[in-house]
């Protein structure tokens, strides 16, 4: 299932696909002449996720969320974590080969690993019989944390596979950099408000103090903070918007 706000990339993700034999269907913003394509008006991912369930056949057992602006680098070995049953939902930490995105997961990425503090969408797995139970999706900016702490309060496992096995391009500046973690954040803590573990809600009650010590990492570290701030007083605002 790929989700697309238009259909820039969508020639491009459609060939991949059919390379990996995998059967797929594309949520699109935009109107396209293509079976396996379906329009539906940009609202945000989270209703485009929501909708998607109107086309999965029956018989499917694991759906795969793909971004259309990815290179997937591998697939088969992510589907390998749900030989255990309590694993509900299975993400691939995404590769970023530049910029500060770059920086971040490196730091980021280990610490998630063990302590489940947000998803990533870019490639992610959830069985069928979870999506249905966490479906449907509020409106939230952060669609992948707000499934996955509903999978994880449904009491099943989440995984970050070992590798990456997705290739995406995040920002290029610092003041990009700064914007989108204002907006990531905001989702997360409009992820946490519609439920999530409690260790979850006090991370994410202390994080705008713990946030300080990113200074300690120069001018990266001085826009994430601000871009973290940012998120935390546009959620204390009321926003509950679900597009970027």
């Not at 408000?193 to 994080?207: A, H």
Request: aromatic share 12%; charged share 25%; proline share 5%.
């Amino acid at each position: 299932m790929v989700l697309a706000r238009d259909k820039r990339f969508v020639k491009k993700k459609i060939e991949e696909l059919e390379k990996f034999k995998i059967p797929y269907i594309i949520i699109c913003g935009e109107n396209m002449n293509h079976p396996n394509v379906k329009y539906r008006f940009p609202k945000g991912k989270y209703d485009a996720i929501n909708y998607s369930i109107n086309f999965i056949p029956k018989d499917v057992d694991i759906i795969i969320f793909n971004d259309v602006d990815t290179r997937i680098l591998c697939i088969h070995a992510m589907l390998k974590h749900f030989d255990r049953e309590d694993v509900g939902m299975v993400y691939s930490p995404e590769l970023v080969v530049r910029g500060p995105q770059s920086l971040f997961f490196k730091i980021f990425n280990p610490v998630r690993k063990r302590i489940p503090l947000a998803a990533s969408g870019e490639l992610l797995m959830i069985r069928r019989r979870v999506l249905e139970k966490v479906l449907p999706l509020k409106p939230c900016k952060a669609e992948d944390t707000h499934m996955m702490f509903k999978v994880l309060n449904l009491g099943y496992k989440v995984v970050q596979h070992n590798k990456y096995c997705v290739l995406t391009i995040r920002t290029a500046s610092l003041l990009e950099e700064e914007k989108y973690k204002a907006r990531t954040v905001l989702g997360i803590y409009q992820a946490v408000s519609y439920g999530s573990p409690v260790y979850v809600k006090v991370f994410y009650t202390l994080l705008p103090f713990i946030s300080v010590i990113l200074i300690l990492l120069g001018k990266v570290g001085y826009y994430w903070l601000k871009g973290i701030i940012k998120g935390f007083v546009s959620r204390l605002k009321g926003d509950f918007s679900g597009k970027w």
